[in-house]
């Protein structure tokens, strides 16, 4: 029997890409499509969806199942992928004002759930694809050259915001590191719950704040961006049904993630192992001809709507 070995290439489309010069998106889906290789899923076996923004076109380039939904709604549709066929392998893509600002409700009671698939945002702090306005991440007092006026609102951590939400897989990369954001990628597809990355963007048409210069600079002798790996710092819960330290681990990570400006922290910052939504739908207190939905036999119901 051969068995096939992926390839990234085997996850590349032949759609134009019509992002813009230099954005980050571009090392983003290289990094997607060498994680989903070094996974080695199937691409008829991955599922895609996006909402509305620049990155909303994502599925257009990925070699998989597609859904390109409305916006502010990817995290519920790719929900109901998962639920509707649990052999797939779910990722939801979005931008910050896609996932944060519309979609924050979405966002928010997704990790109440803990439905086994991943959430990518493509984070550069602006609403790219309406011109440049200030998004929910947009520090409050900051203005680029995209925005009439300085940010008059307080921004949100969307990794504070995703732990306290009940994320069991909450991480940070950034879009021109795309080996370790690969690897990270990776982590966060293998995780058996709902896995959520952050991912620093550079957007070189509107975000003349956080560049590539400001990420890559060295301030104190040290590199801004540092990554977890290199530090004691340990993001797994070991005993999840210990309360005391998984309160523990989310604080610890939560502090973590305000850590911003000369120093700003790259990797997982909190990972939890625990059933997920269809864990608890096949076994949990429920009549015996509730469990196991998966096995049901559906063709009346399919029929009925033919």
Known sequence: ??????????YKTAVHNTWCPGCGDFAILNALQAALAEVQVPPHKVAVVSGIGCSGKAPH????????TLHGRAVPVATGVKLA???LTVLAVGGDGDGYGIGAGYFVNAGRRNVDFTYLVFDNEV??????QGAPTMIKGLRTKGMAEPAIQDNINPLALAISSGYTFVARGYALQPKSLAQLIGQAVRHRG??????LQTCPVYNDLHTKEWFGEQIGGHPRLFQLDDTD???MVHDPTNLEEVVA????AIAKSYEWGDRIPLGVFYKIDVPTFEDQLALGDRPPERRNIWNRDLSALENSFR
């Not at 029997?1 to 290439?9: D, I, L, N, P, S």
């Not at 380039?61 to 390109?68: E, F, I, M, S, T």
């Not at 609403?127 to 440049?132: D, E, I, N, Q, S």
């Not at 709902?194 to 991912?199: G, L, M, S």
Request: charged content about 20%.
């Open 1 to 10: 029997m051969v068995v096939q070995t992926f390839t990234a290439k085997d």
């Open 61 to 68: 380039y990925v070699n998989a199942y597609g859904l390109h």
């Open 85 to 87: 066929n649990p052999e």
């Open 127 to 132: 609403y790219g694809l309406t011109k440049g």
């Open 194 to 199: 709902t896995a959520f990355v952050d991912i």
């Open 233 to 235: 710092y340990d993001p």
């Open 249 to 252: 681990k989310k604080v610890q």
